[in-house]
């Protein structure tokens, strides 16, 4: 074996955020930099020695240079076994379903998700444990430690094999096991879901489009959608991953996914549309007209998702993150099985799926999952959808104005306010923490201030605490604002502003929802400031 010991320094903001660390791409390849944050993440887990990991990414900039520095690090570090994607690609869902399949260790995940990607865009690489979900707190934060403290880094002085061929291959005594990266997970799909039921609805003419947005689930879509359940070619586009996502920004949502909805509302359109992200966890649904908001998708998957075989039995249980609508937490009820509000990030999901006591979780930005692996999943919300479809002959249309009529419906919307001068974003969200004492009882744009907290979350399985999640102000008549700093940007600050209306009464549930909103909306402005205290008179994303 031929060893290099490479003395280092710590590299200041190492830090995890929701999902990993993500930087711009231009910093992870400063000289170090990618090299002491593997080597952090290593020492943090306690060492590699004689264990199997999975690796793989999104194809972003940087994908196949990264990969090889991790395997050269690897063998260094005493791994025995590397389970890579060939050419370095695993969407993020095929990665966990890989950790758990193999009983590996756990794996190496490189993706900014949603984020840009391209040389000017952004990069990022997060630990997942062995029940195949992203690394708990206590983990990400012994990363982040051992980041501080690092002084040398081991790295192999051999090259790393090509990952472009799969097969076996030998690396200062770690095996390398490229491997194809869609089977596993196509397979696994092919036991969750009535594929019988879905090739028979593309066989009578039922038409879909899959926009991959040039990322990492074009390869996965075009296997499933096209090769095994029948569907035309032409129904999967963007389909080739592209280092810069062909310039675009991989965020399944009506402002960045502007091709598929332009698809979506002409007279022609497709029966179902949907979308997902840069390393296919999240999803995004349409139906001709009609954008299915992420939390009303959660709330009918969770409502409908018996129709699947693999959930025939029916609901354990619901999970939401804090930030996404309560329209999942009335088919709990009515269910009568429990919900759960989380704090943002797939991280706090994994006790609640580890203990069986929920089958479906969902977020507000897009993603939603079951208990079939331990991350989001974009291309199992779509499927769910179409067996739904399948089984019930209905639409989209029809199946949410049922939902909505059955339940009631919420009107919802996020803005993002993104990159912001940090100093003025932590003047919004602080000034309103230290007001939130204050605000019950106040009116704010005709709507009043019921309570207001900051969410604080117990783990009801190992009873962890996490504080500081989120601001909420709850106003009368059931609606609410919710305000976060995001922890997924790379460049200033991001303020995401939630915004929320239950509307029970069949005859006003077919507004827009921004109309719908109007009221909270104006009330949210007043009570947070954010024109004020940021100079922005409107969000730069709507969604």
């Known amino acids: 074996m031929a060893i290099t010991t490479q003395i280092t320094s710590p590299i200041t903001g190492q830090k995890p955020g929701t999902s990993g660390l993500r930087k711009q791409t231009t910093v992870f390849m400063q000289p170090h930099y990618l090299e002491n944050y593997v080597q952090a993440i290593f020492d943090g887990i306690g060492g590699v ?105 081991l790295i192999s002085d051999q090259p790393a094999p090509a990952l472009d061929t799969d097969g076996t291959y030998m690396l200062d005594g770690m095996v390398v096991e490229v491997i194809d990266p869609v089977t ?91 979308a997902s992200d840069g390393d296919g966890d999240r999803n995004m649904i349409m139906g001709r007209g009609l954008y299915v908001s992420p939390s009303d998708s959660l709330a009918l998957l969770a409502a409908q998702m018996h129709l699947a075989p693999a959930y025939k039995d029916g609901l354990k249980g619901i999970a939401r993150s804090m930030p996404t609508s309560a329209a999942a937490d009335r088919v709990a009820v009515a269910k009568g099985v429990c919900s759960f509000e989380t704090p943002t990030g797939w991280k706090f999901f994994g006790n609640l799926l580890d203990s069986d006591m929920v089958s479906i979780c969902g977020e507000e930005s897009a993603g939603t999952g079951s208990n079939h692996v331990r991350e989001k999943d974009g291309l199992w919300a779509v499927l769910l959808w179409l067996n739904i479809l399948a089984v019930s002959g209905k639409s989209v249309t029809a199946l949410m104005q049922d939902h909505w009529a059955t339940y009631g419906r919420d009107y919802y919307t996020r803005h993002d306010y993104e990159n912001i001068e940090t100093e003025r974003a932590n003047a919004v969200f602080n000034g309103l923490r ?110």
């Open 49 to 153: 020695q004689g264990k199997t990991l999975v690796l793989g990414g999104d194809g972003r900039f940087f994908n196949d240079t990264a990969s090889a520095t991790i395997l050269r690090m690897a063998a260094a570090n005493g791994a025995k076994h590397v389970i890579v994607g060939r050419n370095a690609l695993l969407s993020t869902p095929a990665a966990s379903h890989l950790i758990r399949k193999n009983g590996a260790d756990g794996g190496l995940i490189l993706s900014a998700s949603h984020n840009p990607g391209g040389e000017d865009g952004d990069f990022g690489l997060k630990f997942n444990s062995a029940n195949g979900g992203p690394a708990a707190e206590s983990i990400t934060d012994a990363i982040y430690e051992a980041s501080k403290t690092i002084s040398q880094y």
């Open 434 to 543: 230290d007001r939130l004492a204050d605000l019950p009882g106040q009116t704010f744009g005709g709507l009043k201030v019921e309570r207001a907290d900051e969410f604080n979350y117990d783990d009801p399985v190992d009873q962890s605490h996490s504080a500081q999640q989120g601001l909420r102000v709850f106003f009368n008549d059931g609606a609410r604002a919710v305000l976060r700093l995001s922890g997924t940007g790379t460049v200033g600050a991001t303020l995401r502003l939630y915004l929320e209306q239950p509307e029970p009464n069949l005859q006003r549930q077919a507004e827009d929802p921004q109309a719908a909103l109007a009221r909270v909306i104006a009330a949210a402005g007043e009570v947070t400031q954010i024109a004020a205290l940021t100079g922005r008179d409107a969000p730069d994303v709507i969604s």
């Open 184 to 274: 596993d997970y196509a397979a696994l799909m092919e036991t969750l879901f009535d594929f019988n039921a879905i090739r028979s609805l593309f066989a009578s003419g039922f038409r879909i489009k899959f926009d991959a947005m040039h990322a990492a689930t074009g390869p996965y879509a075009r296997e499933i959608f096209v090769n095994r359940l029948g569907a035309t070619g032409d129904s999967v586009i963007n389909d080739t991953p592209l280092p810069d996502f062909g310039g675009g920004h991989p965020d399944p949502n009506p402002i960045w996914a502007s091709e598929l909805v332009a698809i979506m509302s002409a007279p022609d359109a497709p029966d179902f549309g949907a």
